[in-house]
T-cell receptor
């Protein structure tokens, strides 16, 4: 079965720096990968999607890369702000029918 | 725009009792998902529906769990009888049909079984 690994330890960075979060997976490469943000007491919120034939996707200060050779996706937040502090989850499709498998998430803390 | 609405937000009940969680998806969305989130196991898909029909319930832990979607605007997840190990946050999400569609989550029901 597909296994997804995200850094379980919190990532602490200073405001203005770039945050880089990692999502590694085993087994087959998914057709697409999604990133979500989750705040305490709230449900996950969709941020970005990247397909297997796309190397990179950008949205404002967010950038996602997808390397099917390394079986890895990187999620970058440039010019980070304290409001970016949250847990970030990656999710992989399971080969169709909209079935996603989520990683356990990485908590990001941005200090002023 | 109303998002996905879940009720109740919190539920505390004693072991053995029946628990019913409710979800109203976003209007026009025809896929609905039930997830469970715990610290140990993260976010796990329990079951999902497309056009009110259950497509995959392989994530449902055991027969004590059941889910229904009687119409396009309402779904329930029922646990009977409940056990302390069922304590978790349960999320409902909805989306448009089709691969790669983003899922829109409600704010969850925090369930505690004593």
């Amino acid at each position: 079965s597909q296994k997804i690994e995200q850094n379980s330890e919190a990532l602490n960075i200073q405001e203005g720096k770039t945050a880089t979060l990692t999502c590694n997976y085993t087994n087959y490469s998914p057709a697409y990968l999604q990133w979500y943000r989750q705040d305490p007491g709230r449900g996950p919120v969709f941020l970005l999607l990247i397909r297997e034939n796309e190397k990179e996707k950008r949205k404002e200060r967010l950038k996602v890369t997808f390397d099917t050779t390394l079986k890895q996706s990187l999620f970058h937040i440039t010019a980070s702000q304290p409001a970016d502090s949250a847990t970030y989850l990656c999710a992989l499709d399971m080969g169709g029918f909209q079935k996603l498998v989520f990683g356990t998430g990485t908590r990001l803390l941005v200090s002023p | 725009d109303a998002g996905v609405i879940q009720s109740p937000r919190h539920e505390v009940t004693e072991m053995g009792q029946e628990v019913t969680l409710r979800c109203k998806p976003i209007s026009g969305h025809n896929s609905l998902f039930w997830y469970r989130q715990t610290m140990m196991r993260g976010l796990e898909l329990l079951i999902y529906f497309n056009n009110n029909v259950p497509i995959d319930d392989s994530g449902m832990p055991e027969d004590r769990f059941s889910a229904k979607m009687p119409n396009a605007s309402f779904s329930t997840l029922k646990i009977q009888p409940s056990e302390p190990r069922d304590s978790a946050v349960y999320f409902c999400a909805s989306s448009l049909s089709g691969e790669s569609q983003p899922q829109h989550f409600g704010d969850g029901t925090r369930l505690s079984i004593l």
